[in-house]
């Protein structure tokens, strides 16, 4: 499975920005899409995930109400929506696959390369 994220910048507190995760290669290894962010120093940290065939998706609390997951199954993409950002928000966003089921884990066995995203207040 190979994964390309886009779609990061520089936006300012309560502005919004929409990232791009387009796969290739999925497997049923791959059934769950997920979104996780990392500040230099800190542990990676789980921000969603959706279900490629259920649509089923699940958050973290820092980000629910603000941020949407989406799939486009024929696109083979996956988008994360950011609304309402916040300086806190500013990190390298991952996308990455794996199977099972929805849910907090920050354990996936496929990655893309991150993308910047910066929030200035």
């Known amino acids: 499975v190979q994964l390309q994220a886009s779609g990061g910048g520089l936006v300012q507190a309560g502005g919004f920005l929409r990232l791009s995760c387009a796969a290739s290669?999925?497997?049923?290894?791959?059934?769950?899409m997920g979104w996780l962010r990392q500040v230099p120093g800190k542990e990676r940290e789980f921000v969603a995930c959706?279900?490629?065939?259920?649509?089923?998706?699940y958050y973290a609390d820092s980000v629910k109400g603000r941020f949407t997951i989406s799939r486009d199954n024929a696109m083979d993409t996956v988008y994360l929506q950011m609304n309402s950002l916040k300086p806190e928000d500013t990190a390298v966003y991952y996308c990455?696959?794996?199977?099972?089921?929805?849910?907090?884990?920050?354990?996936?066995?496929?990655w893309g390369q991150g993308t910047l995203v910066t929030v200035s207040s």
């Open positions: 990455a696959a794996r199977g099972g089921a929805v849910g907090r884990t920050t354990r996936y066995d496929y």
């Open positions: 290669g999925r497997t049923s290894s791959s059934t769950i």
């Open positions: 959706i279900g490629w065939n259920s649509g089923l998706t």
